[in-house]
């Protein structure tokens, strides 16, 4: 009976642990790129970093995106080609988002003037 015990408490401490290592290992580092190729963005998981390169000197600016719920945020680097835009984001730990990167013609608002068609996504996990 003993014995039946042991295996018991062993076998629900491994489930615990690797439910544990399933859940830390998802966070990951991502690197989106515009449809077209004239933005990218870095997602650093640890930390919540974005950041948002304009890549091709063609007048428009870089996008960077992210969802996470029903919750839209938009950041653009209008610095032109070559730079880059870092947003450090505080995001609750473990949830599912989905970082993209896109193209547009800065108009003063979060979509305005944004290609959608260049919108590119993934989704990934903060840590």
Do not use: C
Request: glycine fraction near 12%.
């Amino acid at each position: 009976m003993k014995s039946i015990a042991r295996a018991a408490v062993v076998g629900a401490a491994a489930v615990v642990f690797v439910t544990t290592m399933s859940v830390s290992a998802f966070a990951e580092d991502a690197e989106v790129h515009s449809y077209g190729n004239g933005a990218m963005v870095k997602w650093r998981a640890y930390g919540d970093h974005l950041d948002i390169t304009d890549l091709e000197k063609d007048g428009h600016s870089a996008v960077g995106v992210y969802e996470i719920g029903s919750d839209k945020y938009y950041y653009w680097n209008t610095g032109g080609e070559g730079t880059t835009r870092y947003v450090n984001l505080n995001l609750p730990e473990h949830h599912a988002i989905a970082v993209g990167a896109a193209i547009g013609d800065y108009q003063g608002t979060p979509t305005g003037g944004l290609r959608w068609s260049t919108l590119s996504t993934r989704t990934v996990s903060t840590s």
